[in-house]
C-alpha cells in the first residue's frame, strides 16, 4: 500500500532512500570510540582467524558483486588470498577447502539455494563459514559458523539496494577486523578507515541529495536500447552491479567491463551516441589508474560515445570528456563503491519507470531463489 511506501511511489525509491540509515545501523556497536572493531558475533575465535590461509566468498546476483569488492579489500588489509565464486558453480568443481579455509557466504534472504547448497559443501570440507546476511534466524545463518548481520531492515523491492550497500559494509567490516586481528603492515591504514567508515552513511546522503540531474538524463535514455558501464579496480564491481540493476529494472540490454579491457573487445561495440557510464576511481591514491581510465574516456569519446561519467568532487581531469559527470565525495579508493553504486540505482529505477516497467517486481523475477 501507499502508506507501507512512505510516500515513495515505489518500494525500490524507499530502499534507496534508507541507504544511509542502513549503512549507520550495520556500523552500530561494532566501532568503539577509539576506532577499534568489536564484533563479538563473529564466535570464530581470534586464534582461529589467525591460522585462515585462504578466503573464499560466495554468493549469488548482487550479494555476488558485493563479494568481488570485498576480494580486494581483504586481500588488501589481510594479505590473506581471497577468492569469489557464483555460488551456482562452487560446489560442481571441487573447490580446494579445508580447516584453515574461511568461507563467506553473503545473502540478503538467507535462503537462496545456490549459496546454502555452496556452504554446505564448504562444512563438509572442514571449512568454517562466517555468513553474512540480512534475515535474522534464515536458513544460511543457523548452518554457518557464525554471521554478522547486515541491519538493512526488511527489503521489499526485488532488486536489491540498501542491502547491498549494508552487505558492502559488512565485507569491509570483515576485512578490517581480520587485519587487526592478524597484525598486518597497515595497522594504521586500517584504524584511518575505520574512521572513515564511521563518517559514510553522510556522504552516502550527499549523493541522494544530487540525483535530480541523474533522474533527468535517465528518463531522456529511456528508447535506448543498450548501456554499455565501464570501470576498474572496485570499480568494476560497481559497473556490472549497474548494468545488472538495468537489466533487472529496465529490461535493457547493459554490460559492465574492467575498463583495461576495453581494446581486448569491448571497444567494438562502441558507436555514435551510445550511452557508456564510466566509473572513475579516486586520482588520489591509485593515480596511475585513474590515468588509464581518463585514457579510456577520451578513446570511446573519440568514437562518438555519450560518456555519463562518475566522480569525485575536485576530480577536474575527467570533467572535459564527460557529456555528463555525476559528482561523488572523496572516500578512501577501496569504500569507493558505497557512494558510485547509488546514482547507478537511481539511473536504473528511474530509467525503468520511464519505460512503464514496475520496478518493485520486475517480470521473470522472484526476491528470493529458493531452488537450485
Ligand atoms: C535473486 C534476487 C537478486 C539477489 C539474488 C541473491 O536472484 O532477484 O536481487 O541478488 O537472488 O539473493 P540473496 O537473498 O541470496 O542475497
Known sequence: SAAE?????SFMLKEIAEQPKAIADTLLGRIDGSGTLSLDEVRIPAEVLREVDKVVVVACGTAFHAGLIAKYA??????????????????YRDPILDQRSLVVAISQSGETMDTLMALRHAREQG??????????GS????ESDAVLYTHAGPEVAVASTKAFLTQLVACYLVALYLGQVRGTKYGDEIRDVVRDLSRISGAVEQVLETMTPVRELARSLAHKNTVLFLGRHVGHPVALEGALKLKE???MHAEGFAAGELKHGPIALIEEDLPVV???????????????IVSNIQEIRARGARTIVIAEEGDEAVAPYADHLVRVPATPTLLQ??????PLQVFACELATARGNEVDQPRNLAKSVTVE
Do not use: Q
Open 5 to 9: 511506501k512512505g510516500g515513495y511511489a
Open 74 to 91: 581483504i586481500e588488501h588489509w589481510t594479505r590473506v588470498p581471497c577468492e569469489v565464486e557464483l555460488a551456482s558453480e562452487f560446489r
Open 127 to 136: 571449512a568454517r563459514v562466517l555468513a553474512i546476511c540480512n534475515t535474522n
Open 139 to 142: 536458513t544460511i545463518p543457523r
Open 249 to 251: 529494472l529496465a529490461y
Open 278 to 292: 564510466v566509473v572513475v576511481p579516486s586520482p588520489r591514491g591509485r593515480s596511475v589508474l585513474h590515468d588509464k
Open 337 to 342: 563503491p558505497l557512494v558510485a553504486t547509488v
